[in-house]
Nanobody, 128 residues
């Protein structure tokens, strides 16, 4: 069966860095656009960053542009999110999602109905 597993979250001070990883198994990784979402307590889930099946195109929500970098290694079935200059407002549960034949910017809008798989999430906490 398909498994999507995130790792790399933790507690960091403001201005620090973290690197999230997401490894998928049980699927043909390069058939899937990949993305990161986050959800803070009391807030709606938001798309943070996503990338095309090859990784040649990327999308970032405005609040993370210039600070976060998404990348993928199709040989390792792994997606990454390098997060630098972290702010307290980045505190959230971060989720990885794989979307079959998704567009590179699927996380910016509606993509419901497409075959997709979520991970269980990894917590990122940024202290001030």
């Amino acid at each position: 069966q398909v498994q999507v597993v995130e790792s790399g979250g933790g507690l960091v001070q403001a201005g620090g860095s973290l690197r999230l990883s997401c490894t998928a198994s049980g699927l043909t990784f390069d058939y899937y656009a990949m993305g990161w979402f986050r959800q803070a307590p009391g807030k709606e889930r938001e798309g943070v960053s996503c990338t095309s099946r090859s990784g040649d195109r990327t999308y970032y929500t405005n609040s993370v542009k210039g600070r976060f970098t998404i990348s993928r290694d199709n040989a390792k079935n792994t997606l990454y999110l390098q997060m630098n200059s972290l702010k307290p407002e980045d505190t959230a549960m971060y989720y990885c999602v794989a979307v079959l034949w998704g567009a590179y910017d699927f996380c910016s809008g509606s993509w419901g109905g497409m075959t997709h798989y979520w991970g269980q999430g990894t917590q990122v906490t940024v202290s001030s």
